[in-house]
């Protein structure tokens, strides 16, 4: 079993940077890729990016790569998002997800079996 617990969430002004922390328990953290997701009020849950179990390979949804970076730190069994050039369409909250064995790639909730309960990002006009 892990459980992941998302902090960093806020509420920040167009252009601003906000870095999401995931903290995961369990042993599982370093050999699962893990991914973040976000979903906006009415809408469906959306992939961000994810990150391969040792960081070497990254993948980022279109509205935010080049703004945001997903890394990992396999000794502290933690996950990250910093998010830079934030603008309003990027409100929403915000999961973290451990990836299922052998499900590549993990565009989709679907490819991931442990949620954290969310953080919100809030980014005004």
């Known amino acids: 079993q892990v459980q992941l617990v998302e902090s960093g969430g806020g509420l920040v002004q167009t252009g601003g940077s906000l870095r999401l922390s995931c903290a995961a328990s369990?042993?599982?953290?370093?050999?699962?890729?893990m991914g973040w997701f976000r979903q906006a009020p009415g809408k469906e849950r959306e992939f961000v990016a994810y990150?391969?179990?040792?960081?070497?390979?990254?993948y980022y949804a279109d509205s935010v790569k080049g703004r945001f970076t997903i890394s990992r730190d396999n000794a502290k069994n933690t996950l990250y998002l910093q998010m830079n050039s934030l603008k309003p369409e990027d409100t929403a909250v915000y999961y973290c997800?451990?990836?299922?064995?052998?499900?590549?790639?993990?565009?989709?909730?679907?490819?991931?079996?442990?949620w954290g309960q969310g953080t919100q990002v809030t980014v005004s006009s």
């Open positions: 997800a451990v990836g299922k064995l052998f499900r590549s790639p993990y565009l989709s909730p679907d490819k991931y079996d442990y």
């Open positions: 990150i391969s179990e040792f960081g070497r390979n990254t």
């Open positions: 369990g042993r599982t953290f370093s050999s699962r890729t």
